[in-house]
């Protein structure tokens, strides 16, 4: 009888189990479909440095509505701390159902290193996004924004006079890293020894960062040049929800406000557009009162494959102003 008992509980405690699992399996079933079918949208910016990126970024988090709402929560600068607000780093809650619509130093800091690229961003954010925010379906919407080259590379060479070097920039490959972290030849140096530097990072570094192909990676031979693919960087400017152009900052911001994930919104807008030129002052006067017409001339040499980036990119852009604004339609 006491046999019997027990092997009745356990056959009903089989069935309850069995019922409980065939449930649990159709809600995941249910749930990964959904995902599926209702992927979350992230927009991710890849920060090319001296671009005007941080002024841009900075504007989404703090000067974009969503409805009558702002795209993100920030956080209000304590009085006492605002003679220093250039040290000062203060990250904006972007989240929409518990995670990040934005990727972002702005909103995420350097979630796959700093100043990631299109390369490492493949290689890093699905895994990183399912260990932080759980698994999940996500579509990963690209954006940035470029620069004359010649005037962005010099940029880049008074910033690094200033001591800012970015020896923590994450490469997409570690012979890469290995010969960065080699040579230090932009160290208290003039403008032809910065060019000459054997691994200068800042040489075409708009048409690197947009590259998704890398050749010798791990051969002795390699060398900086073989992180830079024009053909696959023009494929993936073409394909990027946005991207605008630093000398155009008021009507890259109005192209922002038409991308596809401004409107899954009624309303989609700027509170103030930025002023059209955001250049440094430094770098303007290094550009017009510095630098001889023969060197910029070299400059646009060496940085070739940005100068035909850029020159691409700028057809690109008047296309999309035309077609989606309806301006500048020359």
Request: aromatic fraction near 10%.
């Amino acid at each position: 009888m006491v046999k019997w008992k027990l092997g009745t509980t356990l056959l009903i405690v089989l069935i309850i189990l069995t019922y409980l699992t065939s449930q649990l399996k159709q809600q995941l079933h249910d749930l990964t479909l959904f995902s599926r079918e209702h992927p979350v949208t992230v927009l991710v910016f890849i920060h090319i440095q001296k671009t005007a990126g941080s002024t841009f970024e900075r504007s989404i988090v703090r000067r974009l509505n969503f409805d009558s709402q702002p795209s993100c929560r920030c956080p209000t600068m304590p009085k006492q701390n605002q003679t220093n607000r250039p040290a000062i780093k203060l990250r904006c809650d972007c989240s929409r159902n518990n995670e990040p619509w934005l990727i972002s130093r702005f909103s995420v800091g350097w979630l796959c290193g700093v100043h990631a690229d299109w390369i490492t961003y493949h290689r890093c954010l699905p895994t990183k996004m399912n260990f932080d925010y759980g698994l999940n379906q996500r579509k990963f919407l690209y954006a940035t924004l470029l620069r004359e080259p010649v005037s962005r590379f010099i940029s880049e060479y008074l910033h690094n006079l200033r001591g800012a070097t970015w020896l923590s920039e994450r490469l997409p490959c570690h012979k890469a890293q290995q010969l960065r972290h080699q040579n230090s030849c932009w160290k208290n140096t003039n403008l032809t020894g910065f060019i000459r530097c054997p691994f200068n990072s800042a040489i075409n570094r708009q048409t690197r960062m947009l590259s998704s192909s890398i050749r010798n990676c791990q051969s002795p031979s390699f060398t900086y040049s073989d992180l830079i693919d024009l053909s696959s960087a023009k494929r993936n400017l073409e394909s990027m929800e946005f991207f605008g152009l630093t000398e155009h900052i008021h009507l890259s911001q109005r192209l922002f406000e038409q991308t596809s994930y401004c409107k899954l919104f009624r309303i989609c807008s700027f509170q103030f557009y930025l002023e059209q030129d955001v250049r440094n002052n430094q770098t303007n006067d290094y550009l017009e009162k510095i630098l001889t017409s023969v060197e910029r001339t070299h400059l646009r040499q060496i940085n070739s494959d940005d100068v035909e980036l850029y020159d691409f990119a700028k057809k690109l852009f008047f296309q999309r102003t035309c077609q989606i604004l309806g301006v500048a339609c020359s």
